[in-house]
């Protein structure tokens, strides 16, 4: 009778305590392990907006390039209206830059205006901004200075015939600012872009 006591007293489950310990216990490391699910959710979500406003930068410089490249007739705009965008014009620095689309036959603009990079396949008449609204360019005031602005230079634009022995060569500078969730990234991209067709 007495060995049967004993059993019984061994056999008996977990203290009403020892209950409220381990799901106390579990549900600590279920709100922890939430708060790390739900931050690495948020800051992936972040990474793919930042890399989807990057794209949009790497496809309009791209863009430029490839209509550039394949454009001739460069005008260097150094003042905005121009109201001769056809003749071929070089200068080191200007807000613009008009070519002659070698497929359409058409005026093709490039400007930098008010923070936006605006193209136009018309000479100018309709412009469409090709940057998101989180990317600002640098264009004039006191952050535009010592080189740190946005813009076009042209070199050799001028016909051989007019004494100018150099191929056309465009350099393209984009600086700037990404703003997003209010922290501004700066950033400075440049490249150069050279006439495909024999200079004539």
């Known amino acids: 009778m007495m060995r049967h006591r004993i ?14 310990i381990s799901i106390t216990v579990f549900l600590v490391i279920v709100v922890a392990g939430m708060g790390a699910v739900l931050q690495a959710n948020a800051l992936h979500q972040q990474s793919s907006e930042m890399r989807s406003i990057l794209d949009n930068l790497s496809f309009m410089m791209d863009d430029m390039s490839r209509n550039l490249r394949t454009g001739s007739n460069y005008h260097c705009i150094t003042s905005l209206p121009d109201g001769n965008m056809t003749t071929a014009k070089s200068c080191s620095s200007g807000p613009g830059i008009a070519f002659t689309d070698v497929k359409s036959g058409a005026t093709f603009v490039y ?11 018309d000479g100018g ?28 230079s ?10 100018d022995k150099q191929q ?33």
């Open 7 to 20: 059993k019984n007293k061994y056999q008996a489950g977990f203290t009403l305590i020892e209950m409220m």
């Open 125 to 152: 008449v309709n412009s469409v901004p090709l940057n998101s609204s989180e990317i600002k360019f640098n264009t004039s005031g006191p952050s535009c200075t010592s080189g740190n602005c946005s813009g076009f």
């Open 111 to 121: 400007t930098i205006q008010s923070g936006n990079v605006m193209r136009s396949t």
């Open 168 to 200: 056309p060569l465009v350099i393209v500078r984009l600086v700037g600012t990404i703003t997003y969730h209010s922290n501004a990234v700066p950033f400075s991209l440049q490249t150069s872009v050279s006439q495909r067709l024999i200079d004539q």
């Open 154 to 163: 042209v070199l050799g634009a001028e016909s051989p015939a007019q004494g």
